[in-house]
């Protein structure tokens, strides 16, 4: 059944496209997959969340994108980055931390691939780059958790470069 909504965002993948007037974007890559992501970051009228994306490679990281914007479109920056957060522990959780549906909406359908590091890059990488984008927009989380550190590192960004020595 996940597999299923992963190949179904994949098909037909939700909001995609440029935005009109993007605040910020980022370019980013998986080179182990040959993966590659554009996400843009922009606001409504009312203050919601405005994603776009462009980009191509296997169906994780392109089903990735269109529910990450899924998930994040038209919600106001402070309600979104939790939602962020909470698809990040489950995609470093390596399968053990239980998806919370209401939070994570059919980010749930990626708990499989938590298992598989080699994928878990390509669930990540739209993610980071909406998190590189939200940075060069001014609208990055400000919650405790929402540091720069590994999650935005530049372009081609490796999160697992914190792998043990
Ligand atoms: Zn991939």
Redesign the pocket.
Known sequence: MYQEIILDHYKHPRGAGVLDRPLGEAHHV?PT???EVTVQIGLDPSGGLLIGYLGQ??S??QASASVMAEALTGRTPADAWPIREAFLELMHGRGTVEPDEEILGDGVAFAGVAKYPA?V??ALLAWMALQDAAIKAGLAGAGPEDTISEDAQADGGDEEGRAAP
Request: with cysteine; hydrophobic share 10%.
């Open positions: 998986n997959c040959g993966d490679g296997c994780i990281s994928r890059k390509c």
